[in-house]
């Protein structure tokens, strides 16, 4: 299988365990949107824990979603030598969201 088809099936588990738990579309949109941000300006690799500072903050705070919350931090780090595919993944889950 290709490394995009990998990266679009874990897009579409985290989409599935966004739904499952509750996570907003939004919230998974806007966390899409910072990452891409900060990998279009080459910022990304420097800036993983700022991004998973957000989402323990998210977390902590009893928000809904917090499976999928968890997933992303577990991409965050199975991702972190690599953060244009952490961000292809989020990109994934965010457009197969409703799907």
Do not use: T
Not at 34 to 45: D, Q, V
Request: hydrophobic fraction near 45%.
């Amino acid at each position: 299988m290709s490394e995009e088809k990998i990266l679009m099936r874990e897009g579409e588990d985290l989409a599935r365990i966004a739904v499952e738990s509750g996570m907003g579309s939004r919230q998974l949109l806007n966390l899409y949107r910072m990452a891409y941000k900060m990998f279009k300006r080459g910022e990304l690799a420097r800036q993983l824990a700022y991004i998973e500072a957000c989402i323990m903050r998210q977390m902590g705070r009893d928000v809904k979603g917090f499976m999928a919350f968890a997933r992303i931090r577990e991409l965050l780090k199975k991702y972190e030598n690599n953060s244009y595919s952490f961000v292809r993944v989020l990109m994934y889950a965010a457009m197969l969201y409703d799907y």
